[in-house]
């Protein structure tokens, strides 16, 4: 199940908007997801199985792409693995109905920037797409916080060059505060971002991670890239 908040049109942000494909074979959802971005001024364009959707991700140009992983003829991962293995830039939202944190990751593997798990709010779904029309044209390549760097094409978080070990779930939440340098986080936004639903995460699974994180980055004696926001949650400082 979707929700839709409706809205009036003093809401809508009425700057030009951008080109989104839309890959979903439910044609229910996909009709409201394409109704709710259209009254936010973006042109949108759907494909119902994978095949057709992989024929225009490679021929079109979009913005943003909107992706469902179940898909007949071929399954997003697989849409989102070609399209980065041909070059492709264009920023992709995964959408699935699996919460796994190993789905999650074959997600972000293919080259997914965001993975968002059914049912969810449609509003939410273009708060997302807004801040990935925000980053700049270079995001896909690397980022680089300090002395972190982040491959996003390989994969890998290196310390001064070095590639550091981390458990799956530390690497996923290292990844997202770097993608987010400077932003301060709750644990509850954490844990809805990084951790797998059907896990019931708790506060103290974040704490774990963090200091997991914090061993592997931090040198001794040194104050930590991580900061504790007192009864809020983490920021990773630039």
């Known amino acids: 199940m979707i929700t839709l908040a409706y809205h009036t049109i003093s809401d809508v942000n009425m700057e030009a908007?951008?080109?989104?494909?839309?890959?979903?074979?439910?044609?229910?959802?996909?009709?409201?997801i394409a109704k709710w971005l259209t009254l936010e001024r973006h042109s949108v364009e759907v494909a119902s199985d994978g095949n057709a959707g992989l024929d225009m991700v490679l021929g079109g140009s979009f913005d943003v792409i909107v992706c469902d992983v179940n898909l007949p003829g071929?399954?997003?991962?697989?849409?989102c693995k070609r399209f980065r293995d041909s070059g492709g830039q264009t920023p992709i939202i995964m959408l699935t109905g699996k919460a796994q944190i190993q789905d999650k990751e074959s997600g972000f593997n293919a080259g997914a920037d965001d993975y968002l798990t059914k049912p969810f709010s449609?509003?939410?779904?273009?708060?997302?797409?807004r801040a990935l029309m925000?980053?700049?044209?270079?995001?896909?390549?690397?980022?680089?916080?300090?002395?972190?760097?982040?491959?996003?094409?390989?994969?890998?978080?290196?310390?001064?060059?070095?590639?550091?070990?981390?458990?799956?779930?530390?690497?996923a939440l290292l990844e997202f505060l770097m993608r987010h340098p400077g932003e301060t986080f709750s644990t509850d936004t954490l844990i809805s971002r990084v951790w797998s639903t059907d896990k019931?995460?708790?506060?103290?699974?974040v704490r774990s991670?963090?200091?997991?994180?914090?061993?592997?980055?931090?040198?001794?004696?040194?104050?930590s890239m991580i900061e504790t926001v007192n009864k809020i949650g983490y920021r990773l400082n630039k």
């Open 17 to 32: 908007m951008s080109k989104i494909l839309l890959i979903e074979d439910d044609r229910e959802l996909s009709t409201t």
């Open 74 to 79: 071929m399954d997003g991962f697989e849409i």
């Open 122 to 129: 449609v509003r939410e779904l273009c708060a997302r797409i």
């Open 134 to 171: 925000r980053r700049p044209d270079n995001y896909r390549g690397s980022v680089t916080v300090g002395k972190l760097h982040l491959d996003l094409n390989a994969r890998k978080i290196l310390k001064e060059g070095n590639p550091l070990t981390l458990l799956p779930v530390d690497y």
């Open 200 to 205: 019931c995460p708790t506060v103290e699974a």
């Open 209 to 223: 991670s963090v200091k997991r994180i914090r061993k592997a980055i931090d040198e001794p004696g040194q104050e």
